[in-house]
């Protein structure tokens, strides 16, 4: 079982920028696909952005797209969140998830396993 612990979450003005880090507890961890998805008050769960397991196959959410950036670092372990110009329509529990064959998934059931959160909190 993979174990994810998100961090870097927190409040933040309008156009501002977060960077959330998720490390994982498996030596493995190059092997699998990596992503964030994000779930706001009454809202499901969507996905933010995903990332393959050599780092070549990068997908976002239209919502996203120039303003996010994922990226790995298999020696770490870690997936990293940037986000930029941030809007109050981004604020939500962000929460990194992994799974070997996820590259490609925007539903979430292909990955395995989920962190924990963290909460992004954008002000107007």
């Known amino acids: 079982q993979v174990r994810l612990t998100e961090s870097g979450g927190g409040l933040v003005q309008a156009g501002g920028s977060l960077s959330l880090s998720c490390v994982a507890n498996?030596?493995?961890?190059?092997?699998?696909?990596m992503g964030w998805f994000r779930q706001a008050p009454g809202k499901e769960r969507e996905f933010v952005a995903s990332?393959?397991?050599?780092?070549?196959?990068?997908n976002y959410a239209d919502a996203v797209k120039g303003r996010f950036s994922i990226s790995r670092d298999d020696t770490k372990f870690t997936v990293a969140l940037q986000m930029n110009n941030l809007k109050p329509e981004d604020t939500a529990v962000y929460y990194c998830?992994?799974?070997?064959?996820?590259?490609?998934?925007?539903?979430?059931?292909?990955?395995?396993?989920w962190g924990q959160g963290t909460q992004v909190t954008v002000s107007s």
């Open positions: 998830g992994v799974g070997k064959y996820a590259t490609y998934d925007t539903t979430g059931t292909q990955y395995t396993s």
């Open positions: 498996v030596r493995t961890f190059g092997q699998f696909a």
């Open positions: 990332i393959s397991t050599s780092g070549g196959i990068i």
